[in-house]
Antibody, heavy 122, light 107 residues
Framework: QVQLQESGPGLVKPSETLSLTCTVS????????WSWIRQPPGKELEWIGY???????NYNPSLKSRVTISVDTSKNQFSLKVNSVTAADTAVYYC????????????????WGQGTLVTVSS | DIQMTQSPSSLSASVGDRVTITCRAS??????LNWYQQKPGKAPKILIY???SLQSGVPSRFSGSGSGTDFTLTISGLQPEDFSIYYC?????????FGQGTKVEIK
């Protein structure tokens, strides 16, 4: 079972860029999809997007214009950038590894980081 | 977007009870449905994937069923460590979406 750890600033000013990194340990990134999910305080989970280890991505359309997910397999890391943040982007941000069920083709968020709180405030 | 609606939003139960949580999708998602457990201040943990498959290491008192638009998570014999929030999530269509959560509290 891999371990994931989010890192990055806990406070970002409005209109600036939120940048987070997820470091993967205990396994290779090859062959897997990697995802970002966020959870505003006291609210439900929101899927942000995912990236394949080779670099192909898929994003939530509601965030697509502001979000970039990238991967650096040499460092066993993948990253999230959210541009032009507002208070609505305040949330705990989680990174996760996707697992594919080969019988059905269904994906699940199998391993998660502990999460990191990012507050957007001046 | 596919809307996922869970019911109830919260419930009170006793240790040993059988608990059932329902998740309804706004359109058919075949069996592309997962269930997660989240404890306060912790990341969610996968319990059930593909509607009815038990994740390795998860106790057998957890089970999932359903297909199409209606799904159920059942806990047979509630244990003290099961008092948490439970979320369903569809991965049938982008954007993947979660239910609003069901909080299971101690009666």
């Amino acid at each position: 079972q891999v371990q994931l750890q989010e890192s990055g600033p806990g406070l970002v000013k409005p209109s600036e860029t939120l940048s987070l990194t997820c470091t993967v340990s205990g396994g290779s990134m090859s062959g897997y999809y990697w995802s970002w999910i966020r959870q505003p305080p006291g609210k439900e989970l929101e899927w942000i997007g995912y990236i394949y280890y080779s670099g192909s991505t898929n994003y939530n359309p509601s965030l697509k214009s502001r979000v970039t997910i990238s991967v650096d397999t040499s460092k066993n890391q993948f990253s999230l950038k959210v541009n032009s943040v507002t208070a609505a982007d305040t949330a705990v941000y989680y990174c996760a590894r996707l697992e594919r069920d080969f019988h059905t083709g269904s994906y699940s968020l199998a391993d998660w980081g502990q999460g990191t709180l990012v507050t957007v405030s001046s | 977007d596919i809307q996922m609606t869970q019911s109830p939003s919260s419930l009170s139960a006793s240790v040993g009870d059988r608990v059932t949580i329902t998740c309804r999708a706004s359109q058919s998602i075949t069996n592309y449905l997962n269930w997660y457990q989240q404890k306060p201040g912790k990341a969610p943990k996968i319990l059930i994937y593909a509607a009815s498959s038990l994740q390795s290491g998860v106790p057998s008192r957890f089970s999932g069923s359903g297909s199409g638009t209606d799904f159920t998570l059942t806990i047979s014999g509630l244990q003290p460590e099961d008092f948490s929030i439970y979320y369903c999530q569809q991965n049938y269509k982008i954007p993947w979406t979660f239910g609003q959560g069901t909080k299971v509290e101690i009666k």
